[in-house]
């Protein structure tokens, strides 16, 4: 194998020490304790760890955690009043609604209801907004985690070719955007791009978000590029357990590779640290304190 891998569970346990000792300090310089609001409708196993998982690293950075659990067959008109609520609450600094939400609960509206300063998913069409027109709004966390791990990597991303595999307002788009605030020259591929293969073995950079499992193989990948998957992907073993793997084929992969993020352990655990980074972010500009700057360079050098 020649790819060095991308140790994404490692750099996130490190920024969320980091993060962790700026709460202490807010709470000790200003009695502000950041609070992170977690909404879950319905059932699914897998929304049930994240959330878990969500609440857990926000309490062990000394944050305070909020769970809500509503009902999958709850009235749309309930989410709205809860989410009407936390907005006005101000032990609450981030509220975040686990997606996908079942058929009578409407994303956008839900999404729209979030007050935008309390969006730390960065889902609100002002922060999709402020990330495309070069303004300074909340970042989704997956695309920030993505980048934080590009830039530890590669540094200065100037001039790379950057190849995005996926289109969804919660990962591709806005990971387009943030590489072209990095200037790279980036590509954004979908369901309906020709000669897909062609145009990944172009990328410098290559991020694939498109939820079909090892969907890349390694003779897509140009020879030393950087290659980042977001996918997660459930896929059933001879034993009746079950694992995780990404979009990528990592096997092939890092043959190929300069150097590529595992699945698990890659973006995953990055998504959940940048999301208690864009809480504390939030606390800090709610109550008209300077936003923390370095955290990611005190985490890694
Ligand atoms: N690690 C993490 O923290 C996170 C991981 N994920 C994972 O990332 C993956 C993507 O999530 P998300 O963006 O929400 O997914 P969506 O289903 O919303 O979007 C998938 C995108 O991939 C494109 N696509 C699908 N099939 C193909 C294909 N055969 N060739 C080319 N493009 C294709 C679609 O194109 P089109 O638009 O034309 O339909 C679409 O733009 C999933 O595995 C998800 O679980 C998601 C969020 C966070
Ligand atoms: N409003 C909203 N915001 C989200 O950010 C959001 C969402 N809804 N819905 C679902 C997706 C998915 N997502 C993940 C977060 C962490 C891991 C993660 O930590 N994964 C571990 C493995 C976890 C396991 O073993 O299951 C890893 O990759 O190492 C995965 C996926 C956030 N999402
Ligand atoms: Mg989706």
New binding site residues.
């Given amino acids: 194998m020649k790819a060095e891998i991308i140790d994404?569970?490692q750099a996130a346990e490190r920024l969320r020490t980091e993060i962790g000792r700026q709460v202490v300090r807010l709470r000790e310089q200003h009695l502000l304790t950041p609070g992170l609001a977690v909404i879950l409708v319905g059932e699914d196993p897998?929304?049930q760890?994240?959330v878990r998982?969500?609440a857990r690293q926000a309490r062990e950075a000394s944050m305070a955690s909020f769970e809500y659990r509503l009902p999958y067959s709850v009235p749309q008109e309930k989410v709205l009043e809860l989410i009407a609520r936390l907005n006005d609450d101000p032990a609450v600094h981030g509220i975040?609604?686990?997606?996908?939400l079942p058929p009578q609960v409407d994303a956008d509206r839900v999404i729209n209801a979030i007050r935008s300063e309390k969006d730390i998913?960065g889902?609100h069409p002002v922060n999709a907004g402020a990330l495309a027109t070069g303004g300074d709004g909340m970042v989704?966390?997956?695309p920030l985690g993505c980048l934080m791990l590009l830039k530890h990597r590669l540094g200065d991303l100037s001039g790379l070719r950057a190849v995005v595999l996926g289109r969804s307002n919660?990962v591709g788009k806005p990971m387009a955007a943030l590489l072209l605030r990095e200037s790279c020259t980036v590509t954004i591929a979908h369901s309906k791009t020709r000669d897909l293969a062609d145009e990944c073995r172009r990328a410098d950079i290559l991020v694939a978000a498109v939820g079909r499992p090892r969907m890349v193989p390694g003779d897509w990948i140009k020879p030393g590029a950087t290659v980042i998957d977001v996918g997660?992907n459930?896929i059933d073993t001879p034993d009746g357990k079950g694992r995780?793997v990404g979009d990528v084929d990592f096997d092939s992969a890092a043959e190929v590779a300069g150097a590529i993020t595992?699945?698990?352990?890659?973006?995953?655990?990055m998504?959940?640290a940048c999301?208690l980074l864009n809480t504390l972010e939030a606390a800090c500009r709610q109550h008209g304190l300077p936003v923390p700057q370095g955290l990611m360079e005190a985490a890694w050098g």
């Fill in positions: 994404g569970k897998a929304s760890v994240y998982n969500k975040l609604v686990q997606l996908p998913d889902f989704p966390c997956t919660i997660i459930r995780l595992p699945v698990p352990g890659g973006v995953g655990p998504t959940i999301l």
